[in-house]
C-alpha cells in the first residue's frame, strides 16, 4: 500500500483537503485499498485552518512515505515547518505543492533549478523571492523528477488525478474523473487561464454552447459543431454569439 501524507500547518486552507478525494476514490474502485492517507503535523494534534475548524493530526515519523503532499495556507509556514518539510523529503519517493505551498518546499531548498508552478496571483513574488527556482506560472501543474508542483485552488484535484495515473494507469484516472463529475482532467500544461469565462451570454442558447465548449476543450470544434449545439446555421450562430458576446467565434476559440 502506497502512504500519503499531508502536511498540515496553522492557517491550513480547507481547499488543500480536496486533493485527497481522488486517493479516496482509487481506494473504494480498487479490489483493496490501494493508498493509506494521514494528516501529518510536526508533534501531531489539532491544526487550526484558515476557517477556523481544526484537523486532527498525527505526528510525524521518519517511516516512508510513497508521497508527501504540502498544501497552502494563509500564514507563513513556520520554520518548525519548513524543518519538517525538509527532513520529510528524505523519506518519501515523491514530495508535492498545491497552490502556494510552494513557497514552503522553495524556503526548504527543494525547488532549486527545478521547473515549478503556483496560484499565478503570487507567482512573481515566487520568482523574485527565489531566482533559482525556475516558475511557470501559466500551468495546471508540472513533475519535475520527484518534485511536482500545481496550480491554486482546484488544480490540486488535476494534481491528484495525475499522481493517479502515474501509479495506476490512465483509465484509473479517468474513472475517477468521472466519479468526481470532472468532465476531463486539465493536461499539465494547459493554461490556468480560460478566455471562455470572461465571456457572459444573455441567452440560455449561447450559453449552453460555452458550457459544451468547457466541456469539451481538449476537442478542436468548429463554428459548425457550436452552430449545431446551438440548433442555429453557422451564419445565425456567428451573428447570435458576437451580439451577445461582444466577440467574434474565432476570438472565443
Not at 516512508?64 to 495556507?73: K, M, P
Not at 506560472?137 to 495515473?165: H, Q
Not at 493554461?191 to 476543450?217: C, G, H, W
Not at 446555421?233 to 451580439?243: E, G, I, V
Amino acid at each position: 500500500m502506497r502512504k500519503i501524507g499531508f502536511i498540515i500547518y496553522p492557517g491550513y486552507q480547507p481547499m488543500g483537503l480536496a486533493s485527497t478525494t481522488p486517493f479516496e476514490m482509487a481506494n473504494r474502485q480498487a479490489a483493496e485499498p490501494v493508498y493509506e492517507i494521514r494528516m501529518l503535523s510536526k508533534h501531531g494534534g489539532p491544526v487550526r485552518t484558515s476557517v477556523g475548524f481544526h484537523v486532527s493530526t498525527e505526528a510525524f515519523t521518519e517511516e516512508q512515505y510513497d508521497l508527501i503532499v504540502v498544501g497552502a495556507s494563509l500564514e507563513e509556514a513556520s520554520p518548525e515547518t519548513i524543518d519538517l518539510v525538509r527532513h520529510a523529503r528524505s523519506h518519501c519517493r515523491r514530495i508535492a505543492a498545491t497552490c502556494h505551498g510552494a513557497f514552503v518546499l522553495a524556503e526548504a531548498g527543494l525547488l532549486d533549478g527545478r521547473r515549478v508552478t503556483t496560484h499565478w496571483i503570487r507567482a512573481s513574488k515566487l520568482r523574485a523571492r527565489y531566482p533559482n527556482v525556475r516558475v511557470e506560472e501559466d500551468r495546471i501543474f508540472i513533475a519535475d523528477g520527484p518534485v511536482w508542483t500545481s496550480a491554486g485552488m482546484t488544480a490540486g484535484i488535476d494534481l491528484a488525478l495525475a499522481l493517479i495515473e502515474e501509479d495506476l494507469g490512465l483509465e484509473a484516472a479517468r474513472s475517477i474523473a468521472r466519479r468526481l463529475v470532472l468532465y476531463h482532467r486539465r493536461a499539465g500544461g494547459q493554461s490556468q487561464f480560460s478566455s471562455l469565462l470572461e465571456l457572459e451570454p444573455k441567452s440560455d442558447r449561447i450559453q449552453s454552447v460555452l458550457t459544451y465548449a468547457r466541456r469539451n476543450l481538449a476537442a478542436r470544434l468548429s463554428v459548425g459543431d457550436l452552430a449545431d449545439v446551438a440548433h442555429l446555421s453557422p451564419r445565425q450562430f456567428s451573428r447570435a454569439f458576437q451580439a451577445e458576446t461582444g466577440r467574434t467565434t474565432s476570438e472565443g476559440d
